[in-house]
T-cell receptor, first 111, second 113 residues
């Protein structure tokens, strides 16, 4: 399987703390995306980082990409209870037609 | 564990024909599956939520008569694109919920010519 892997599988933190999630993948990519999904709801696109970028920011989100290690991280700063959700990375390989999603990290932010 | 098999991975069809995409949970039972669509350079968009044994719930703007969803068993959901047109060309992906999260199929690239 070319599915990416994320860790940790589950993460529980206190409100105000930072949350870091990691994603590893197996093949060369064009870009990597992070998505969020609230329980029972559809995916929400958070951020896209291209293979020639190393870091990207969007509000309280910071994404890094290390293509040499085939890994990415998502940092959520100053977490809020509303950030409680599952977070997925998705890679767009530069061969083939398919997107590959990570297994997801379930984040719980305790008020 | 928790693998979802989606096929075909890609399909080319003629305008006016129908195409069926299958999403199968291999080692768990999925009472709920989700179908997404993604146009080039855009985010995945939820089309519908498929519930085993009942009618699917469609998102606003998604034509239920055009995108037929059937979830007749706990391991299989199908999406049929009826009377496909070139504007239906897109990437379709399913996901299923299981005990501790969600898992995704690898997607289907549909091209309507």
């Amino acid at each position: 399987s070319q599915q990416g892997e994320e860790d940790p599988q589950a993460l529980s933190i206190q409100e105000g703390e930072n949350a870091t999630m990691n994603c590893s993948y197996k093949t060369s990519i064009n870009n990597l995306q992070w998505y969020r999904q609230n329980s029972g709801r559809g995916l929400v696109h958070l951020i896209l980082i291209r293979s020639n970028e190393r870091e990207k920011h969007s509000g309280r989100l910071r994404v890094t990409l290390d293509t040499s290690k085939k890994s990415s991280s998502l940092l959520i700063t100053a977490s809020r209870a509303a950030d409680t959700a599952s977070y997925f990375c998705a890679t767009d390989p530069n061969t083939g037609n398919q997107f590959y999603f990570g297994t997801g990290t379930s984040l719980t932010v305790i008020p | 564990g928790a693998v979802v098999s989606q096929h075909p991975s890609w399909v080319i069809c003629k305008s006016g024909t129908s195409v069926k995409i299958e999403c199968r949970s291999l080692d768990f039972q999925a009472t709920t599956m989700f179908w997404y669509r993604q146009f080039p350079k855009q985010s995945l968009m939820l089309m519908a939520t498929s519930n085993e044994g009942s009618k699917a719930t469609y998102e606003q703007g998604v034509e239920k008569d055009k995108f037929l969803i059937n979830h007749a068993s706990l391991t299989l959901s199908t999406l049929t694109v009826t009377s496909a047109h070139p504007e239906d060309s897109s990437f379709y992906i399913c996901s299923a919920d299981f005990y501790y999260g969600y898992t995704f199929g690898s997607g289907t690239r549909l091209t309507v010519v």
